[in-house]
C-alpha cells in the first residue's frame, strides 16, 4: 500500500483529505503539532474511515523529527497543509508566518531530497491571483504581490518549489484553493476556529447557534449584482478528493510542477452565502451590513476546465450543501 506523509493532517483541509486519502486506498502517516488542531480528530478520522493513522505530534521545522519520520516509513509521496491561514493575523505578526509557513517548506522539501522521496503536493491559494483583471482566473492568470504576508508565504512558497523542481527530480502539484467551508457529512470533522472567526462560514453558523451576535457583512458597495464581494466557495470534501486526484496523477506527470486550480467555477455573494444558509438550514441569521474590510478583493472565481479536464475531477457539492454541513458541524460541536 502506498504510504503518504500529511503534514497538518488534523487540520480543517487536512483531516478531511486523510479520510479521502485513505477510502482511496493509501496508508497514511500524518504530522501535527496540534497549533490549530486537537488529538481527538484523530480518533475522529479513524472512525469515519474505519482505518487507523501514524500520528506524529511535532512540527515540520523540527529537522530532527522530520528526519526520523523520513527514515523510519519509505513515503511515496507528502500533503503539505501545515500552515498558519489567518490573512489578519499574519499582518501583525509577519515573522511568525515566514517562519512556519516558509522555514517549514524548506525543512520538508531538505527532508524529501535526502530520502528520495519526489511526490509533492502544496496548498496554494487562490490568494496568488490578488485583484485579477480576467474573471474567472486561469492558472495561466498573472500572480500579482500579495495583500497580506500570508499571501505572500503563498507565492514564496511556489517560487521554492518552482525554483527546486528545475534541478531535482520531483513532481509537484501546486492546487490554489479557492474559499474551502463545509464540513463532512457525517459531521465528525469541520473547522475548529481559534477564538473569533474571520472566515464567513464559520461566523455564520457561530451566529446561528448564538455564540455570536450578528454577522456583519464587510461592504455592499461593491460593483457586483447585490454590492456585496463574489468569492468560489468550495467544498472541504470536493477540495480533499481533489488532492486524491492530485497524488494518482503525479506519476504521470511530463513536467516537475503542475498548478491546478480548485474552486467550482461558481462566484457567490456574500449576501447570497447568506441566503443559502438561511433556505437550506430553515433559519433567519441575524446580520448588518457595515463597512468594507480592509485588503478584501471585489471578486475571485475560478476557471477549472484544467482540473477537470486533466485530473477528471468535478465537483458534487452545491452551495446548499456547504450550509448544511457546516451547520450540522457547528450543532455537533456547540452540543460538547
Ligand atoms: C481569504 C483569502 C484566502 C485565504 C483565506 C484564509 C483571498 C481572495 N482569499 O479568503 O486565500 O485562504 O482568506 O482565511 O484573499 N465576510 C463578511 N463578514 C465576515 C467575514 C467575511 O462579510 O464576518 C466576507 C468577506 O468580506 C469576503 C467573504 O465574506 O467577501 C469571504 O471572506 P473570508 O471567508 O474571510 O475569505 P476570504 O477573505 O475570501
Known amino acids: 500500500m502506498k504510504k503518504i506523509l500529511v503534514t497538518g493532517g488534523l487540520g480543517y483541509i487536512g483531516s478531511h483529505t486523510v479520510v479521502e486519502l485513505q477510502s482511496a486506498g493509501y496508508d497514511v502517516v500524518v504530522i501535527d503539532n496540534l497549533d490549530n488542531s486537537t488529538e481527538e480528530v484523530k480518533e475522529r478520522i479513524v472512525s469515519i474511515s474505519g482505518r487507523s493513522i501514524d500520528l506524529v505530534i511535532g512540527d515540520v521545522n523540527d529537522q530532527t523529527i522530520m528526519n526520523r519520520i523520513f527514515k523510519e516509513y519509505d513515503f511515496y509521496g507528502v500533503v ?38 519526489q511526490n509533492l503536493i502544496f496548498s496554494s491559494s487562490c490568494t496568488v491571483y490578488g485583484i485579477a483583471e480576467d474573471l474567472p482566473v486561469t492558472e495561466d492568470t498573472p500572480i500579482k504581490s500579495a495583500e497580506s504576508p500570508y499571501g505572500t508565504t503563498k507565492i514564496i512558497g511556489e517560487e521554492i518549489i518552482q525554483d527546486y523542481a528545475k534541478h531535482k527530480n520531483i513532481k509537484t502539484i501546486l492546487l490554489r484553493y479557492f474559499n474551502p467551508v463545509g464540513a463532512h457529512p457525517s459531521a465528525q470533522i469541520g473547522e475548529l476556529p481559534n477564538g473569533v472567526p474571520s472566515n464567513l462560514v464559520p461566523y455564520i453558523t457561530q451566529t446561528a447557534a448564538g455564540i455570536r451576535e ?14 456585496t464581494c463574489i468569492r468560489d466557495y468550495i467544498h472541504v470534501v470536493d477540495l480533499a478528493k481533489a488532492h486524491v486526484k492530485a497524488m494518482t496523477f503525479a506519476d504521470k506527470m511530463t513536467s516537475s510542477v503542475d498548478i491546478f486550480n480548485v474552486g467550482t467555477g461558481d462566484g457567490s455573494t456574500v449576501l447570497e452565502v447568506v441566503q443559502a444558509f438561511e433556505e437550506r438550514c430553515n433559519m433567519r441569521l441575524n446580520y448588518r451590513i457595515g463597512p468594507r474590510r480592509d485588503g478584501d478583493v471585489e471578486q475571485i472565481f475560478a476557471d477549472t476546465q484544467k482540473i477537470n479536464d486533466v485530473l477528471q475531477w468535478q465537483t458534487e457539492y452545491d452551495l446548499h450543501d456547504m450550509m448544511y454541513h457546516a451547520w450540522m458541524w457547528q450543532k455537533s460541536i456547540s452540543r460538547k
Not at 498558519?84 to 525543512?107: F, M, R, W
Not at 450578528?214 to 454590492?227: A, E, F, K, M, P
Open 214 to 227: 450578528q454577522l456583519v457583512i464587510h461592504g455592499n458597495d461593491y460593483n457586483t449584482s447585490d454590492g
Open 80 to 117: 503539505h497543509f501545515a500552515a498558519y491561514k489567518a490573512v489578519g493575523e499574519s499582518v501583525d505578526n509577519p515573522i511568525k508566518y515566514y517562519e512556519n509557513n516558509v522555514s517549514g517548506l524548506i525543512t520538508l522539501l531538505g527532508a524529501m531530497e535526502r530520502h528520495g522521496v
